[in-house]
Each structure stands twice: as structure tokens, then as C-alpha cells.
């Protein structure tokens, strides 16, 4: 089984998504934030907003739909989670084996040497963070606009989809490649393939099955349903 997420799993911890009309790119643009020259334009502005981000992350916990994740991942033999999501609330809830496509908002790393440095030294008067090592800029350790995933990670998911017989898609409007090829990757392998969300998206007419609902209310009876199909196999 394999399983891709998206911004509308962590919607219900209070994390807001990107694009719907609450979206953070309604309210911000991501050519100013989320490109590696908009980085090196505005290295201040910037962080300001990852920290933005950051903050309001470690303020809130993993919901129903993420705890269900990780429930299903103990009871199926090959599970693996692929997630677009920067903000660590699958690790939280207690997943294991996470492929984050698209980095981790908690990591930071040197633009220069490549240090990784996760308590970047801001102050009142630094508002822009320096390497310990080398001095470079330090940057998030988030995919950009324009920027490669990194690699392995994407072939590790590539992998697990070719592989898998259960395919689910959750909380993703699809519309980012090459995060959403893999549906349409497993099902071409041969996996039946189903999207949770709360509305239909770009992909829907290609899944075998949509469910329309929250991830933190469908996902968990999925969860339920497969503990007591053990039970009644025991
Ligand atoms: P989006 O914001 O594009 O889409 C979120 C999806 O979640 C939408 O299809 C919503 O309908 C759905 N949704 C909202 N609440 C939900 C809920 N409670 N249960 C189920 N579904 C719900 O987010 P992503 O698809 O993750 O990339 O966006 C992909 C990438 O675009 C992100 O990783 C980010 C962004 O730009 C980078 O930053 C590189």
C-alpha cells in the first residue's frame, strides 16, 4: 500500500493549505517567497515568512486523519507514505517510514557548503541566519518553485507506487508534478487507486474511486475497518 499526501490532511490540525480560497496563495505570492532568487533578493522576507510558518506549526498537533496513517501503517506489511508536506505532523503522529517530497520546514541547511544547521542563530538584530561553518547564507530545507526534489526520495516513491496494490491519494489538488504523477503511476501498474478529499480535483476522473470528505473523518474508518477485519481473521 502507498500513500501520497498533501496539504488537506494537515487542514484539519488549523495548517492552512495553498491554494482554495483560504489558501496561503491567495494571500501571498510565491514568486517573492518561494523561489531560491526570491531567497537570494530578499533573504529577510523570506524568512520571516518560514517563520511565520514554522511557528504556527509547533503550535499545532496531528489530527485523526494523520494518527489513522500511522495506525495503518503498523497493521500492512508494505506501507509506505509519500507526503508533499514540509510540516513533520505524520512523524508526530507516530509514522515511522515518511518520504517527504518536498523537504521539512524544521530543517534549514548553508546555501554554500551545504551544512545543515536545524537552529538557525536569529536575533533581534540578525534576521538573517549565517553558516556556523562558513558564513553562507542559510536557507530552508524546502523544495522552491523551480528547484529538483530530491532525488532518491522521488525514486523511493516512484518505486512504492510501481509496487503497490492500494494506491491512496489524500488532500491534494494534484496539480503539482511530479508529486502527482504517482497516482496515475501506480494505477498504470496496476493498483487500484482512490482520492480522498473535499471536492473532486483535476485527477478524479482517473481514480478508480473519490471519496468526498475530510481526511480526519474518512481516514479513520479505514483505519477502524481494517482493525476489525484482523480481529475477525484471528
Ligand atoms: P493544495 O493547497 O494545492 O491542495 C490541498 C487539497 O486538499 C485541495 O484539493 C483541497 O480540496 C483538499 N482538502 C482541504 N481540506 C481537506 C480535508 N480536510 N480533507 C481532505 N482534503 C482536503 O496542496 P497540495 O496539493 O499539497 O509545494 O500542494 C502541492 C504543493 O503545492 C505543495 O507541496 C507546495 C505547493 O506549492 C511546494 O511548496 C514545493
Known amino acids: 500500500m502507498c500513500v501520497l499526501t498533501g496539504a488537506g490532511i494537515s487542514a484539519e490540525s488549523g495548517v492552512p493549505t495553498f491554494r482554495g480560497d483560504n489558501g496561503l496563495w491567495k494571500k501571498f505570492r510565491p514568486e517573492e517567497l518561494a523561489n531560491f532568487e526570491a531567497f537570494i533578493r530578499n533573504p529577510e522576507l523570506v524568512w520571516e515568512w518560514y517563520n511565520y510558518r514554522r511557528q504556527l506549526i509547533e503550535n499545532v498537533i496531528p489530527n485523526p486523519g494523520h494518527v489513522a496513517l500511522a495506525q495503518i501503517e503498523q497493521m500492512v506489511q508494505e506501507f509506505t507514505l509519500v507526503t508533499q508536506n514540509v510540516d513533520d505532523l505524520h512523524r508526530r503522529a507516530g509514522s515511522k517510514r515518511v518520504l517527504e517530497l518536498h523537504g521539512n520546514i524544521q530543517r534549514s541547511y548553508c546555501v554554500d557548503c551545504g551544512a545543515r544547521d536545524d537552529r538557525p542563530d536569529f536575533t533581534e538584530e540578525r534576521k538573517i541566519p549565517r553558516c556556523r561553518t562558513c558564513g553562507g547564507l542559510i536557507r530552508p530545507d524546502v523544495v522552491w518553485f523551480g528547484e529538483m ?67 480526519g473523518e474518512i481516514l479513520p474508518l479505514l483505519a477502524e475497518s481494517m482493525i476489525s477485519n484482523r480481529r475477525v481473521q484471528q
Open 149 to 215: 526534489l530530491p532525488q532518491e526520495v522521488f525514486e523511493e516513491a516512484d518505486a512504492a507506487a510501481r509496487r503497490c496494490d492500494l494506491f491512496l491519494s489524500v488532500g491534494t489538488s494534484s496539480i503539482v508534478y511530479p508529486a502527482a504523477s504517482l497516482p496515475m503511476v501506480a494505477k498504470q501498474s496496476g493498483a487500484y487507486v482512490i482520492e480522498v478529499n473535499v471536492e473532486r480535483t483535476d485527477l478524479s476522473g482517473r481514480m478508480d474511486q473519490t471519496l468526498i470528505g475530510k481526511a
